[in-house]
């Protein structure tokens, strides 16, 4: 196996373990906001990473995820931004991401939350304070 093989390979076993660690991702999880379980999980991807790069942080580990993470999210956007304009099946935008297909266990991660609209409330604020300039007006 090349060097480039070996690298690739254990990058993708390192997106195994921060799979399986979801108190590092899955935002909805009680252990997302639990730091002592955020802390253990840290210390399970570092010890990971430690295998191939012993000097590597908790810093630099986080920096590798985020960059990973960077990346997918890019390569996502453009997926369905070709979903988006019409394209035919055989033109949506195939991904040359090489670990984007590891990653889609973030995929309802990367998905913003649904807008809310505060029109309602910016009219109901605006007739109010009418209301009260044609009752003060009037006085």
Not at 45 to 68: C, G, M, Q, S
Not at 77 to 93: C, I, L, N, P, R
Not at 95 to 118: C, G, V
Request: net charge positive; with cysteine.
């Amino acid at each position: 196996m090349s060097d480039k093989e070996e690298d690739r390979t254990f990058q993708l076993e390192c997106i195994e373990v921060y799979k399986s660690l979801p108190a590092l991702w899955k935002v909805k999880s009680d252990d997302y906001s639990n730091r002592q379980k955020k802390d253990a999980a840290y210390a399970v991807l570092v010890e990971k990473f430690h295998e191939k790069y012993p000097k590597y942080t908790r810093e630099d580990v986080k920096k590798k995820i985020n960059a990973y993470r960077t990346n997918y999210r890019k390569e996502l956007k453009k997926v369905q931004e070709s979903e988006k304009s019409g394209a035919g099946a055989d033109q949506v935008y195939e991904p040359t991401l090489w670990y984007f297909h590891a990653l889609t266990f973030l995929n309802d991660q990367e998905i913003p939350a649904k807008s809310r609209s505060t029109l309602t409330k910016q009219t109901s604020l605006s007739s109010t304070v009418d209301d009260m300039r044609g009752s003060v007006a009037g006085f």
